[in-house]
């Protein structure tokens, strides 16, 4: 895996974004692989010796063509599926199954349509028994932080897609994981909604600098949102190259238009598609 940094031009990195931060990662992918049995004794690789550091703080994205494997490493790192081979470590310590240190956000809504919008991102903090006095400061504070105290009472029927992804991050957040999981949850959204939802992200991630592991299909999100983009090849997934974004922050969708966006962009398109310089 090739580590590459396109730079910005009289800018200057923030201390969060740019470059992927030094000092040791707080999660650590070392050389997993994954296998699927097919019927008649066949097997599918879908993961072949991928290894990833994400230190603290971190916002890494990873792109990849469909059936890659991008969705199952999130999986992997989850706890909800073991490794063909190699291990995961979260803070030094070897993932085993599912834990509240990994929060996760589907692509798919997931909320429990029996619970309203409140009981849905305070669901997990009664699991683990957090005293109601605890409880409501930390679940009115993330309601406010994706602009739904006004839906508290609300149940997700009555709910855009766009609100409900935004309740499964209110209640991924409320639970204070180390480590962010986030596979295309705006996958489904409209053009519209997922740039909102990409600017929400953008804030509340400026206001906590949580730690985030991101799968998309989208390029501009990739760079939107990362602060390093993680290129996989086609299936078996590995990870072609690490590219490091050294846009300032706090981001603006305006960025889009910048040449050194582009630049980025460019590079990612000609990894995912084979297009090469000579072509430009």
């Known amino acids: 895996m090739r580590e590459t940094t396109i730079a910005l031009t009289d800018r200057a990195p923030s201390p969060v974004g ?6 040791p990662p707080l999660l650590r992918i070392d050389r997993v692989s994954l296998r699927y049995d097919l019927p008649k004794g066949q097997s599918v690789l879908a993961l072949d010796t991928v290894s990833i ?10 792109v990849g063509p469909s059936g890659c494997g991008k969705s199952s490493l999130l999986y992997l790192v989850a ?10 470590f ?3 310590e070897a993932v085993r199954g599912p834990g509240a240190a990994r929060g996760m956000v589907f692509q798919a809504y997931t909320l429990f349509p029996w619970l309203t919008v409140w009981e849905n991102v305070e669901f997990g903090l009664r699991r683990r028994r957090m005293p109601a006095a605890e409880r409501r400061p930390r679940v009115a504070h993330y309601l406010d932080e994706v602009g739904l105290t006004q839906f508290a009472e609300a149940y997700p029927k009555q709910l855009s897609g766009g609100m409900m992804q935004r309740v499964a991050i209110a209640r991924a957040l409320a639970n204070d994981p180390q480590v962010l999981l986030m596979d295309e949850p705006f996958g489904a959204l409209d053009s519209q909604t997922r740039l909102s939802m990409q600017k929400l992200l953008l804030r509340v991630w400026e206001h906590n600098h949580k730690t985030v592991l991101f799968v998309t299909h989208d390029i501009d999100e990739a760079i ?3 602060d390093r983009v993680l290129v996989m090849s086609p299936r078996p997934g590995r990870i072609q190259e690490s590219i ?28 995912l598609h084979g297009v090469g310089e000579e072509e430009e």
């Open 244 to 271: 490091a974004v050294n846009l300032p922050r706090p981001r603006t969708l305006a960025m889009v238009m910048e040449p050194e966006f582009i630049a980025i962009k460019r590079q990612i398109v000609g990894l």
């Open 18 to 23: 740019g470059a992927a931060p030094l000092g």
């Open 224 to 226: 939107l949102l990362g």
């Open 53 to 62: 550091d994400v230190t603290g703080g971190e916002f890494a994205v990873i």
């Open 90 to 92: 979260l803070q030094g």
């Open 79 to 88: 706890g909800l599926v073991e490794p063909s081979d190699g291990d995961i």
